[in-house]
């Protein structure tokens, strides 16, 4: 079990720096942002990262008609469920600000114009991920032998007093996103998050890549039950969920985001493919049978992936379907769910090359859902097989341009 485990991480990580690539990338406009650790108030809640560092993030300030406006943006990067991965995350930025370095936006966070027209002048901030816990973590006690803080939540609520002082409170409009973990810490966090302004401000969610199923009937849901449940026991986290889940089921089950969109109040927007490429590499757990050749099928080319191999990757996207039906309608909910082979889409060449039929950008589709300008659900039940939706290479620079046309 520790061994899948590793092999998940692993995997996870390289997949991130992958990401990162593009979220860290120079793009055509503003130079590299600055680290800012987290001051006083994250001394006096006890907020730390892992090693005990403090907590940082990264902030472009507004400029413009975007001054009282604000995007904030958490990492991802998996998590830690045993005391020896979450002892081996210490010794790289997923656990220790002194591994943490200046960043380049791009994406979402961009500053052109061009290639984010809603959101480019925005205050754009970067909240870093160093607790392994989805920013939900909250152990009183500090591990005597690894000195090991887990205390994700407490990150977030001083990050959140930090930028609250900086203006953000008297901000007209708020995001509030995320990739992978970072996203399935805005599913936790969108509700609270929507607490700390006042009722005039439009305040939305955005989940990128983070609706990781349960799947009770899909092969690997024990060791996906077993994951999870690890995080949320060893980091302490039952007590920050919600009581409208942990009161109808084991608090790692409410660490999956089909027991939790249902009751989330605050407008959100769901933005995912049926066939997650870091689930089905990593969470998607193949019979002993087809196991043989597994890691080559989904994390190098779908090409090698045997008939047996390609019927699994297909139930994910129709259990993927299942669990999302489950968390019922809403009438501010947005959504685009499609069926191209990846994980995250807004950083870096994801937010500007992706196309829906109707040749809409990500950014044209979510700033229209954000500004109340046209609402949108789509979900793409044509495709029964995962597309190869190549985006652009990863250099050099400048991005190529593609359309990405797929059928909902």
């Known amino acids: 079990m520790e061994d899948k485990h590793k092999a998940m991480i692993t995997h996870f990580i390289f997949s991130l720096v992958i990401c990162l690539s593009f979220v860290l ?160 810490a805005t599913i936790l966090h969108c509700d609270g998050f929507r607490t700390l302004f006042p009722g005039t401000t439009r305040v939305k969610c955005i989940s990128d890549g983070g609706f990781f199923i349960r799947a009770k009937d899909l092969s690997g849901a024990k060791e996906r039950e077993d994951y999870f449940g690890g995080v949320v026991a060893l980091h302490e986290i039952a007590k920050r969920l919600p009581s409208s889940c942990t009161s109808r089921m084991d608090p790692g089950l409410c660490f999956f985001p089909e027991n939790l969109v249902g009751n989330i109040q605050t407008p959100l927007f769901l933005l995912n493919s049926a066939f997650d490429s870091w689930q089905i590499g990593s969470n998607l757990e193949p019979p002993l049978v087809d196991q043989p050749g597994w890691n080559n099928c989904t994390k190098m080319n779908l090409n090698l992936c045997t008939t047996s191999q390609l019927q699994l990757i297909k139930d994910f996207k129709t259990f993927f379907l299942q669990a999302l039906r489950e968390t019922g309608k809403s009438s501010t909910r947005g959504m685009l769910i499609h069926s191209c082979y990846l994980h995250c889409h807004t950083y870096g060449g994801t937010w500007e090359n992706f196309r829906t039929l109707e040749n809409k950008t990500l950014a044209k589709v979510i700033g229209d859902w954000y500004f109340d300008r046209a609402s949108y659900q789509e979900i793409d039940t044509k495709n029964l097989t995962p597309q190869n939706c190549s985006l652009r290479k990863l250099n050099p620079l400048p991005y190529q341009k593609v359309s990405i046309l797929y059928h909902i």
């Open 25 to 184: 990338i120079k793009t055509r406009a503003s130079g590299p942002i600055n680290l800012t650790l987290v001051g006083s108030s994250a001394v006096s809640k006890g907020a730390f990262c892992l090693d005990g560092s403090l907590p940082a993030y990264n902030f472009d300030e507004g400029f413009g008609d975007g001054v009282s406006n604000w995007l904030v943006y958490l990492e991802g990067g998996a998590w830690c469920s045993t005391k020896h991965d979450c002892n081996n995350r210490k010794y790289s930025y997923l656990g220790s600000s002194s591994h943490m370095k200046e960043a380049y936006f791009s994406g979402i966070l961009d500053s052109t114009k061009t290639n984010n027209p809603d959101f480019y002048n925005w205050n754009r901030v970067y909240v870093r991920y160093c607790d392994g816990s989805s920013f939900m973590g909250d152990v009183k006690e500090i591990d005597p032998v690894t000195n090991l803080h887990y205390r994700g939540a407490r990150i977030f609520d001083a990050v959140m007093e930090e930028l609250l002082a900086k203006g953000m409170k008297d901000a007209s409009n708020v995001i509030l996103t995320g990739c992978s973990a970072g996203s399935l």
